[in-house]
């Protein structure tokens, strides 16, 4: 399980804007990396714009943001496109990234068991080491908690 002071698992994704990014394109500064479940549904939505209303704050506080699903680019460039996100989106398709960070859990809705990602966050510090986890993640105040958390280790 990946948790607080363990090094983070090493990533490298394509971006809904044709390009790549690493864990390494990260060095030397924070990086605030949440997985969602699924582009354009409501409470994903919601904790897009969240991160993307407070990016400016996060930057100004030493961190980056970056929003991992397992949807393709495309969906990323036009769920980017609907809700004028600012975030960067990243794309997981095969899931390894989710599992390596143990956001890849069995879910349970009215009684069926599925394996889903759970809405997870992780703030990383400029040695690559996890500074803090959240799990089971409820959007309303998630974006503000982790503020506060990206600018007490600032």
Same mark, same amino acid.
């Given at each position: 399980?990946?948790?607080?002071?363990?090094?983070?698992?090493?990533?490298?994704?394509?971006?809904?804007?044709?390009?790549?990014?690493?864990?390494?394109?990260? !060095?030397?500064?924070?990086?605030?990396?949440?997985?969602?479940?699924?582009?354009?549904?409501?409470?994903?939505?919601?904790?897009?714009?969240?991160?993307?209303?407070?990016?400016?704050?996060?930057?100004?506080?030493?961190?980056?943001?970056?929003?991992?699903?397992?949807?393709?680019?495309? !969906?990323?460039? !036009?769920?980017?496109?609907?809700?004028?996100?600012?975030?960067?989106?990243?794309?997981? +398709?095969?899931?390894? @990234?989710?599992?390596?960070?143990?956001?890849? @859990?069995?879910?349970?809705?009215?009684?069926?068991?599925?394996?889903?990602? +759970?809405?997870?966050?992780?703030?990383?510090?400029?040695?690559?080491?996890?500074?803090?986890?959240?799990?089971?993640?409820? @959007?309303?105040?998630? @974006?503000?908690?982790?503020?506060?958390?990206?600018?007490?280790?600032?």
């Amino acid at each position: 399980m990946t948790e607080a002071g363990k090094k983070a698992p090493n990533f490298s994704l394509p971006t809904e804007d044709g390009g790549k990014v690493s864990l390494k394109d990260f !060095k030397g500064q924070m990086l605030v990396l949440y997985f969602y479940p699924k582009d354009d549904t409501s409470g994903c939505t919601k904790e897009a714009i969240g991160f993307s209303e407070m990016l400016g704050a996060f930057k100004k506080a030493g961190a980056a943001v970056l929003g991992v699903s397992k949807d393709t680019p495309e !969906k990323h460039a !036009k769920f980017r496109a609907k809700h004028e996100l600012t975030v960067p989106l990243a794309s997981d +398709e095969d899931g390894k @990234v989710i599992e390596a960070y143990g956001s890849w @859990v069995e879910k349970n809705m009215y009684g069926k068991k599925y394996m889903g990602i +759970e809405r997870s966050t992780f703030l990383i510090g400029p040695d690559g080491k996890i500074l803090e986890v959240w799990r089971k993640v409820r @959007v309303p105040g998630h @974006v503000e908690k982790v503020l506060d958390a990206v600018k007490a280790h600032g």
